[in-house]
């Protein structure tokens, strides 16, 4: 699977943004499907997933209420929709895909897009 991420910006405190992860290769509705961030000298860090068939979704403590995850499999795509953002949330944001059902870690995500920077100004 080749994962290619977009969306990501600079924007303010408050504001939202959707962010996308377009699929290529093998089978895209076969994968559950994560996002990820990871901010400058930290660790990269769970964000939110979801199941094969968008029944099931994860996330984050930090975000919960605020970002939804979705997926198009016609579209071969997933979305992270992020609202109120913060300036904490300010890190480059990767998706990833899974054979592994709701996973929270990064070493269950065979594959990896080369993520997108979301920059949140206060």
């Known amino acids: 699977v080749q994962l290619q991420a977009s969306g990501g910006g600079l924007v303010q405190a408050g504001d939202s943004l959707r962010l996308s992860c377009a699929a290529s290769g093998r089978t895209f509705a076969n994968y559950a499907m994560g996002w990820f961030r990871q901010a400058p000298g930290k660790e990269r860090e769970f964000v939110a997933a979801?199941?094969?068939?968008?029944?099931?979704?994860t996330y984050a403590d930090s975000v919960k209420g605020r970002f939804t995850i979705s997926r198009d499999n016609a579209k071969r795509t997933v979305y992270l929709q992020m609202n109120s953002l913060k300036p904490e949330d300010t890190a480059r944001y990767y998706c990833a895909a899974s054979l592994v059902l709701g996973s929270v870690t990064a070493s269950d995500y065979n594959y990896w897009g080369q993520g997108t920077q979301v920059t949140v100004s206060s």
């Open positions: 979801v199941s094969y068939g968008a029944g099931i979704t």
